[in-house]
DNA sequence: ACTCTAGACTCAGAAAGATAATA
DNA sequence: TTATTATCTTTCTGAGTCTAGAG
């Protein structure tokens, strides 16, 4: 079924006999009146009067009180989603082959309740019965249901404050510190399996090397038409790399052009050791564009090697690992003591970016970036202005205190000076703001922040270099990473 | 040993909403 | 001061990773 037919199909089946008879073709239908309603509808909501607006919020707090918490082996522990998904038209990212089919509204028949025997059964609305209530502490869910268009189960889950979600993000890091221990050892065994009789072994050592030079996912196989069209290490294709035995006076350079996870755009020219150039090039004889890079090859044995060279070591681990060790690297080289909390703080960012960078994590340029460098600029220039003359105030100064040689003119000139400097130094600070916007235009720092990288690494700068955790953590931050706030001192070591 | 699938969990950027800065 | 605008925070839910178990 094409995706067209697909959307078609799913709407009709919404639609009841009366309406099937009116509507034959979707690209018939006017669909102006009624995205004019939903807008209207949006503008009223926006223009509400104060107290109105404040009743809708009291409305909201209510909610999140009686529903957004549970009681979890006696402590009280927010929840990170307790509504249900509303209905409405998928949309999915990218290119997605189900755009526009409708997602079912929810009702208690579709949810599986989790709890403990012995606790305070949740009621269904009236007139209305769950579809199940368990009884399974093996599993974190507290209730969940299965959605309509992928057919997969969506879950309530706990917020990533609440002491279950802490435990586990503390246990990621430890496994990705003991990757710390045995990855001299891991690299040096790729290098050695480059060169393997087995075709196998060299292309897991090949995609191994990606893994970690590079910090792609791994890559699980996706079925075909379900799906966007995206992929990750082991489900590289031939048409996402070009080979270029010298590019820009490099040697043995791979430039890679592929989506990943979210349609998100990988593009990069790499040099990479001989070996692995030789290989690819023997990967990709007598294939078409697409064909797989890697026929020999797919996640679960690639996880399997890795189980049998760690305790617990996944592909992903290198991404958490090369996160947090680029983090802390780049830290150590970035920071001075001496600089002031601004620019330590703009040392944080620069290497929070370079993670940012490392593990592809891109967003779109923000609406008003434009307007607001721009706004930037101004500031500068005016700033260069004030500085140009001071410049002269101090050159007139300097003459005057020169055919004077009084006291009065002296001080002035001194005056003079320390303006100039001051003024120096804000025109720096607001260069470097400048730059660092720029940089900053196309990357997202919060992914890499909350899920890869060691807060303890964080923690421990901050201690070190007397930066106020608050600076680098906002509250929701600093409650998830409670643990390692209460855990680390500077003397943390990744 | 393998493939396939279901299930459970982490990780992802956009959009909405709240707050701070500025005119 | 207040209204507007820029920026930061929170919410949302889709898209991955990885494991276990059946066949």
Known sequence: ???????????????????????????????????????????????????????LKEEADR??????????????????????????????????????????????????????????????????????????????????????????????????????????????????????????????????????????????????????????????????????????????????????????????????????????????????????FKNLQLFMENKDPGDDLFDRLNTSTLNKHLQDLMDGLTAKVFRTYNASITLQEQLKALTSAEDNIAAKILSYNRANRAVAILCNHQRATPKTFEKSMQNLQTKIDAKKEQLAMAKQELKRAKADAKARKDVKSKSNVDKKKKLLAKLEEQLMKLCTQATDKEENKQVALGTSKLNYLDPRISVAWCKKFGVPVEKIYNKTQREKFAWAIDMADEEFEF
């Open 1 to 55: 079924m094409s995706p067209f037919q697909m959307k078609f199909t799913s709407i009709m089946m919404e639609m009841t006999v009366e309406e099937k008879k009116i509507i034959k073709r979707l690209d018939k239908c006017d669909f102006t009146e009624i995205h004019k309603y939903f807008v209207d509808k949006n503008e009223a909501r926006k223009a509400l009067p104060k107290e109105e607006k404040q009743k």
């Open 63 to 276: 909610l999140q009180e009686e529903f957004g918490y549970c009681i979890l082996d006696g402590h009280r522990e927010k929840i990170g989603n307790f509504k249900t998904e509303p209905p409405g038209l998928f949309r999915g990212r990218g290119d997605h082959p189900k755009m526009g089919m409708l997602k079912k509204r929810i009702m208690p028949e579709d949810v599986i309740i989790n709890c403990s025997r012995d606790s305070k059964i949740p009621e269904p609305p009236p007139g209305h019965k769950w579809k199940e209530v368990r009884f399974d502490n093996t599993v974190t869910w507290l209730a969940s249901w299965t959605e309509n268009i992928q057919n997969s189960i969506k879950y309530i889950m706990l917020n990533p404050s609440s002491k279950l979600k802490g435990e586990k993000d503390w246990q990621k890091y430890e496994v990705a510190r003991r990757l710390k221990g045995v990855v001299d050892k891991i690299r040096f065994q790729y290098r050695f399996d480059w060169k393997s009789r087995e075709m196998r072994k060299r292309q897991r050592a090949v995609a191994l090397y990606f893994i970690d030079k590079l910090a792609l996912r791994a890559g699980n196989e996706k079925e075909e038409g379900e799906t966007a069209d995206t992929v990750g290490c082991c489900s590289l294709r031939v048409e996402h790399i070009q080979l270029h035995h010298e590019l820009d006076g490099q040697e043995h350079v791979v430039e890679f052009d592929f989506l990943g996870k979210d349609c998100i755009r990988y593009y990069n020219k790499v040099p990479v050791e001989k070996p692995v």
